[in-house]
């Protein structure tokens, strides 16, 4: 991958920032060494994310929200949360049990939804929270700390998936974009995994000196190296490409999120009667694989720029990619999950009735606060469009609401 263009308008590491990189980095090449000097990109994505101790979600940082590196929905406004928790209470009304939440961030969606679904009479027995980020589970425990003691009571945080099978709902808002995915390279000529080898770049700056670096002259202390591709990998891309109806250029550049189909398996394990909702930015399979879009869809973010190169600010920067949705069904599928609804955020969430939550508001100043969140929320240039929200479900045979206005199911 090429550096992106707009690298040069990020905001310099700080002294800290610049050692706590430095450590992921050394971390990273320790292990490129190991294995021969390449790994693939999915490892390496891996390595600088979830690393114990050093990885972005597993070290302290402010991660989310305005002083972040990127706000949620949740984040935006409480709007979205008071809509999800009425598609929670519609789905605990029939089911009865108990909410489990992945990825819960600052704890904004759960401040929101529990005290909202006790407003609507459906209490969860208890609200779940499984958390990789030790820094963001004590966030979480101190904003939900603040609220009546009858709804702190209900929450609890899982060092893992449940054994038993759990009745109710899974949340999963912003957390399929975050797993670790590979990187591939299409021609004539056949497939090319593009992975990730070490370059000459040196690193320790830290240890040289406490000013910040200037964006445009900070190291990359790794580069892209393609490798012929792998049966798996080839045998994963042959199926995606037999599904397109258009061939694709000589070039093409994307990714492929092999451990999305295991991950939704563990969830369909897990989930006894219910809904698994997910809430993520991405695409049904057929556009995500768009032939105009040559260089895939992985995205960095820093101090809230979005940018496009995963060798800079490594362990201090998120990375992502956009859900392949087409992908997340068929997994779904071959676990025993329906697709009951598949929608854009903005029909979601109008769904639910946004608009007359806002309408609820108690005078005029705040009514015009959340019309302002809420054109954040629903808006095709903010988060209305790229984002989607899923419905998978098991022995559910009640219409879900969040899904009224609008079906896409037939695009995936």
Known sequence: MTASASRSILPPLSAEERRHSDAVVALIRGELDAIGGWMSFERFMELALYAPGLGYYSAGSVKLGAGGDFVTAPEVSPLFGRCVARQCAEVLHVTGGSILELGAGTGALAAVILPELARLGELPERYAILEVSADLADRQRERLARLPPALRARATWLPRLPERALTGVILANEVADALPVRRVQWSDDGLLELGVTATAAEIGTA???????????????????????G??????????RSALPDPLPDGYTSELCLCAAPWIASLGECL??????????????RHYYHPQRVEGTLRCHFKQHAHHDPFINVGV?????????TGIAAAGAAVGLEVDGFATQAAFLLSLGI???????????E????AGEARRLLMPEEMGEAFKAMALTRDLDTPL???ALQDLRRLL
Do not use: K, N
């Open 272 to 285: 006894g009667r219910g809904a698994l909702l997910l809430c993520d930015y991405g695409l049904p399979r």
């Open 401 to 403: 609401a969040g899904f």
């Open 317 to 325: 920067q998120d990375i992502t990619a956009w859900v392949d949705f």
């Open 355 to 365: 608009e007359s939550l806002v309408a609820e508001a108690a005078d005029d100043l």
């Open 207 to 229: 240890a040289r000196s406490d000013a910040p670096a200037p964006p445009d002259l900070r190291a990359r202390p790794f580069r892209e190296q393609p490798m012929a591709a």
């Open 231 to 240: 049966a798996a990998l080839c045998a994963a891309w042959t199926e995606i």
């Open 367 to 370: 009514r015009a606060r959340l």
